[in-house]
């Protein structure tokens, strides 16, 4: 086996394995991926400080498998985060996997011993951008039988003291702003998404429109690091990735795209043919 | 225009809903509330009507020995799992907890894997990019490094030099450049609505 080979084949094992050791390194001194800049962090405390006790917020669930990853950890704290303040949380699906996710959510809270009563289940409404619309004419039954959630079937947004949106690349908070914020009078949409619906979201971050947004893993850690949580702290079991394999990841990933460059740019275009 | 009754009923309704959001009559809101109804009923049955299509085709495969068996297999079992865990007597839907495990056991861990790949898969595709020595992209992939080295996750004063620079980044070219593309893309929306509404057609004219 040539060199050449040797290396191609050696590459992925080298990668993983720098992976494990960077997974298992105490790095965080060095590297810090909560972002230095508390914009974000102190927007959503405002939001949530503003919110009244024992606040209904309407949990827009629909992540998608893909990017959901990105998100969980940030959603996971915001969820407990909102449960410590005393709020109440009402869930409902517009896409069928934000719905898979939002039930395997429900669940873990479930097993959390979250009191039932502060939890209503919508469950998934077909229709996408239609549903929205018809959502803020009447809300369907709730799928458990809670005085929360026949306050909010019967009240609809009156009731509704904000709109929690976990967004994904199929339906995300863009939809909210535009069919419900118009049809609702004075409900502030929060919004956690992925980063690739970041430079889409930002003109409605800057409107007011959405009142916060996490939508970068480092903005999520950075709220996630100013949350002081008290009963919450059992509902979130994970502490978010590791920046140490990050940054492996994204060297890694620099490495091989200047190497691909470099081999164009460094030999004259006649090279590879006159040889 | 090919399908004038297609069009009639984008108009109709198009003008319905914009009556109904800007006039308060409790008969328009009705009409609109039917309207968007039945929208929502055509949308659900539409994704039955996918999923439907999907398994009969994957079935056929299966059936009639060609393709991939082992996907086509693979599918039809999912599906089955799923909807026999739902639906069995006794079963919550969707809520059920053997459907829970599903999703959270091996669904979510499935397709975040899947889209780990992207890593391999995009890296793959922008080395085949320039290989073919096109000069865009020699510019796509070097915009791309850039953007790694800038959401790097380090601390201290690089960490936040590094920090501020991605945030110019994303609020100034990224940002103007999509800005411009939201506000191209609706002003193409808007004449094509309106091209509809006033019966104008295209080629198919």
Redesign the interface.
């Known amino acids: 086996m040539s060199k050449r080979a040797l290396l191609h084949r050696g590459a992925p094992l080298v990668l993983v394995a720098l992976l494990a050791v960077a997974i298992l390194l105490p790095l965080d001194?060095?590297?810090?991926?909560e972002?230095?800049?508390e914009t974000v962090s102190a927007r959503w405390s405002d939001a949530l400080d503003g919110l009244p006790e024992e606040s209904g917020i309407l949990v827009a669930f629909d992540a998608d498998?893909?990017?959901?990853?990105e998100i969980r950890p940030t959603v996971r704290v915001l969820l407990a985060d909102l449960l410590d303040r005393g709020g109440q949380l009402a869930f409902v699906s517009l896409t069928?996997e934000g719905?898979?996710?939002a039930?395997?959510e429900?669940?873990?809270l479930a097993r959390a011993d979250v009191n039932p009563r502060r939890l209503a289940?919508f469950?998934?409404?077909?229709?996408?951008e239609?549903?929205l619309?018809?959502l803020t004419?009447e809300f369907p039954e709730p799928?458990d039988d809670t005085a929360f959630g026949r306050g909010i079937a019967e009240g609809g947004f009156d009731r509704v003291d904000a709109i929690l949106v976990v967004g994904g690349n199929d339906l995300g908070p863009r939809s909210w702003v535009e069919q419900v914020a118009?049809?609702v009078d004075d409900v502030p949409i929060l919004a956690v998404a992925p980063t690739v619906l970041?430079?889409?979201l930002?003109?409605y971050t800057a409107t007011g429109q959405l009142e916060a947004l996490v939508a970068t893993p480092?903005d999520g850690a950075a709220y996630r690091a100013s949350v002081d949580l008290e009963n919450g702290q059992r509902l979130v079991p994970d502490e978010g990735p590791s920046?140490a394999a990050?940054?492996v990841?994204?060297?890694a990933?620099?490495l091989?795209?200047?190497q691909?460059?470099a081999?164009?740019?460094l030999r004259p275009?006649g090279a590879e043919s006159a040889r | 225009m090919r399908h004038p009754g297609l069009a009639a009923l984008v108009l109709v309704v198009g003008l319905l809903l914009l009556a109904d959001a800007l006039v308060v009559n409790s008969s328009l809101a009705e009409l609109a509330d039917l309207v968007v109804r039945a929208a929502i009923l055509v949308a659900a049955g539409a994704a039955l009507a996918g999923v439907a299509s999907l398994a009969l085709r994957r079935g056929g495969d299966l059936w009639r020995r060609r393709g991939d068996p082992v996907g086509a297999v693979l599918v039809i079992g999912g599906m089955a799992a799923v909807l026999v865990a739902g639906l069995r007597p006794g079963g919550e839907g969707a809520a059920d907890p053997a459907v829970g495990w599903m999703v959270a056991a091996l669904i979510v861990p499935i397709g975040a894997s899947l889209f780990g790949l992207l890593f391999v898969s995009t890296l793959a595709a922008s080395r085949r990019s320039v290989a073919a020595r096109r000069p865009e992209a020699y510019v796509l992939v070097g915009v791309a490094m850039v953007t790694l080295v800038l959401l790097l996750p380090l601390g201290g004063t690089v960490g936040a030099w590094l920090a501020d620079a991605a945030s110019w980044t994303l609020l100034v070219p990224i940002g103007a450049v999509l800005r411009g593309l939201l506000i191209g893309i609706a002003l193409v929306a808007a004449v094509v609505a309106a091209r509809t509404v006033l019966g104008i057609g295209g080629a198919d004219e």
Not at chain 1, 29 to 33: A, F, I, T
Not at chain 1, 65 to 69: F, P, Q, R, S
Not at chain 1, 123 to 128: Q, R, Y
Request: no cysteine; aromatic share 4%.
């Open positions: 001194d060095v590297l810090r991926l972002s230095g800049d498998l893909g990017t959901y990853a069928p719905r898979a996710l039930v395997a429900l669940g873990r289940d469950g998934f409404l077909p229709g996408a239609a549903a619309v018809q004419r799928i118009p049809r970041l430079p889409e930002i003109p480092r920046v990050l940054v990841g994204i060297l990933a620099v091989l795209l200047a691909s460059l081999g164009p740019l275009r």
